[in-house]
């Protein structure tokens, strides 16, 4: 589990992050919804320590990362695996060299093993023969598949995922969502998805956090955020002609 | 004519809307008291303070000492090896060159047309072979270097080796370094070589110096002390040439426009900061 208590981050002037407390639940996936410039993206950079924090805590299963030196963070980061929204694949490795190499950085296995590891990650995201293709010759869902596999190559605890299904179609977006749910399941891990979607939302969300202007507005479950009144809550799920017409139905 | 233009852009955006008071006040009460200069002096102060921190995370320990040393003999083909055509094909000119210009000048019977052969091989021990080469590499490999790590940073690469606990200052540019300080000393030497050889066949070519006279200037009065101020110098271009591109391109952000920018502002600053310390070194040796 990971607990925030009393999170701020300012970039000078600009306050981003105000005093936000939360809980990120094993074996579920935990959403963070909220606007553009909201400080979604802040939030999660804070929580893997590519941004220090203000004051306030970040704790991954009772040990507080916030206030971890460099060093000791790294043994809480080998934990974690993360999804960026284009991938970030490193274009000068193959898919198996990519998937390789956490592995080779942080574990002493042999080559055959890391190679046996990186095609059961294959396997697992449903891409047994892509191992020897380059980043480049993929296309945006197996781009997301293959960043998936080198996230959970690790065995990682933790699984963040900065918008997994942006610029995918929607069916693809949904394999992702569903990839994303049942590895959550599968290998208990505590997953944090950061999206706007509402489809994803409504398809794998167990634990859900709107963030607004930098402060944690609201926070429910799939079924309660379809019935909230909360008004900026609201006007952010209900946003489009296709959710106020969901909106009537369910009203109805 | 020109004084009505600053005006307008002053008071007016890039999309001809007239800005606003407070918009003005902010921008002059952010920048406007302090004069150009001093702003400039700031900036160059500002990068050097966030260079020297940066820098120290490269000595820092590697994670896998066998990745890291993988990883330079990549950078030894990528930064070395694939640059050698280039150094071979301009020092051979620059040698021939140089022979012609220092026969055309030579007009006096009181000096001796050895004299060539010296002159060249001091220019190029001295001067073109560490520095001149140096600077196109500075084009050549430091816009190839920000580029790439430029293109890391604003793909996620850079965090995503973050998140993962990888050093990543270390992992990408620790290699880029060692492989240049490793190989450029070779491509100097190769350089002065290719040079002198240039010159060689530039004299019997154009007939203005024999190959005995040449090669009796090439071997006369030799310092050796002068290969050893040449290499010494050849190792801080080094390093300068993978650090700074490599600085600018590790703190992109924004987009391909960006990368485009970072890697056109690293080489500039890459030329300067060399034939600074070119200044320098040359003061603290040669006195």
Known sequence: MIELKGLNKSFGDHHVLKDISAQFHKGQVNIIIGQSGSGKTVLTKCMVGLHDVDSGTIEYDGVDFASMSFKEKKSIRKDIGMLFQGGALFDSMTVEGNIMFPLSMFTDQTLAERRARSQFCLDRVNLPNAAKLLPSELSGGMKKRVAIARAIATNPKYLFCDEPNSGLDPKTGLVIDQLIKEITEEYQITTIVITHDMNSVIEIGENIQFIYEGEKWWEGSKEEILRTENKEVVDFVYASKFMKRVRADLAK | ?287
């Open chain 2, 1 to 287: 004519m020109e004084r009505m233009r600053i005006v307008r852009r002053l008071f007016m955006d890039c999309k001809g809307n007239v800005r606003t008071n407070i918009e003005l006040q902010l921008e002059f009460s952010a920048i406007g008291r302090i004069p150009k200069f001093s702003r400039n002096y700031m900036g160059i102060i500002h990068h050097i303070g966030r260079y020297v921190l940066w820098i120290s995370k490269v000595f820092k320990r590697p994670e896998k000492w066998r990745i890291y040393r993988q990883r330079i003999f990549e950078e030894v083909q990528n930064l070395g090896y694939a640059s050698l055509g280039l150094v071979a094909i301009v020092s051979g000119f620059m040698g021939a060159v140089l022979t012609i210009q220092l026969a055309y000048n030579i007009d006096s019977p009181l000096i001796p047309l050895y004299t060539v052969g010296l002159g060249v091989r001091d220019s190029l021990i001295l001067e073109f072979s560490p520095t001149i080469i140096s600077i196109i590499l500075a084009g050549k490999v430091g816009s190839s270097i920000a580029g790439e790590i430029g293109t890391m940073r604003v793909t996620d690469q850079i965090d995503a080796l973050d998140i993962m606990g990888v050093n990543s200052t270390n992992y990408l540019v620790g290699p880029k370094m060692i492989a240049a300080i490793i190989c450029n000393p070779f491509i100097v030497i190769i350089s002065m070589i290719l040079g002198l050889v240039g010159g060689y066949a530039a004299g019997i070519l154009t007939g203005e110096v024999s190959g005995n006279t040449f090669i009796f200037g090439i071997q006369y009065w030799f310092q050796p002390f002068y290969i050893t101020y040449a290499l010494i110098k050849t190792v801080i271009f080094a390093i300068i040439i993978t650090t700074v591109p490599a600085y600018f391109g590790y703190h992109t952000s924004g987009g391909a426009l960006e990368v485009g920018k970072a890697s056109t502002i690293s080489v500039v600053y890459s030329i300067v900061i060399i034939l600074t310390f070119n200044l320098i070194l040359t003061q603290m040796l040669l006195q």
